[in-house]
């Protein structure tokens, strides 16, 4: 029991020392520097380390939390698009759609919208339009989702592959100047 008080007050008196030791160089360093600045940034980096930066500062940690919030924000921003993307499928599939044609952006591939209404036959009740790029090879016509649109007007653009792209044969500035060309009803407002 007696060793084990012993090195006890070893460590806790070997802590202190070095606090100690510690304080009196900071106070020394902090009186013989004329630019405190070094002693500023090295208890900054001494808060970083800790846990405790200070506001504004460019720790590693505070980079990797802004880094993970900025991952976490596109991940959300990339589900929901695919959330419509896969309503827009299953919207086509269930067939309650009523289709506008729109403009054709190029020889071959035009712009289509379906719209899902609350009442079909006197199509009242905006529920969601989805906008398509519709490329015209002979029978199959696939589709590649540009957008959707919910009940409120707001507009959702959706992202797309490399895949979408090559097989639209445009690049994403003009699938993005397409956009405006979508036939929404009611227009874009």
């Known amino acids: 029991m007696t060793a084990i008080k012993r090195m006890l007050g070893t ?3 070997f802590v202190m020392v ?9 106070l020394v360093l902090s009186l013989a520097l004329p630019n405190k600045a070094i002693l500023r940034d090295a208890i900054g980096e001494l808060r970083c380390l800790s846990g405790y ?3 504004g500062s460019t720790c590693a940690q505070d980079q990797i939390r ?4 900025a991952t976490a924000a596109a991940n959300r921003q990339r589900a929901a698009a695919e959330a419509a993307r896969q309503a827009a499928e299953d919207a086509l599939v269930s067939g309650d759609l009523e289709f506008a044609q729109g403009p054709e952006l190029k020889y071959g591939v035009s712009l289509v919208v379906g719209t899902i209404y609350q009442d079909a036959v006197t199509q009242s009740g905006l529920v969601r339009s989805f906008c398509w790029a519709i490329v015209d090879s002979g029978g199959l016509d696939p589709r590649v989702g540009v957008a959707t649109r ?5 507009i959702t653009v959706l992202d797309l592959s490399d895949t979408d792209l090559a097989l639209l044969e445009l690049d994403a500035g003009e699938v993005s100047a397409a956009l405006a060309s979508c036939p929404w009803p009611g227009g874009t407002t």
């Open 11 to 13: 460590a806790i008196g």
């Open 18 to 26: 070095l606090v100690f030791t510690g304080a009196i160089a900071a």
């Open 53 to 55: 930066p200070l506001t």
């Open 66 to 69: 802004q880094a993970d919030a």
């Open 150 to 154: 919910d009940a409120t007007g707001a």
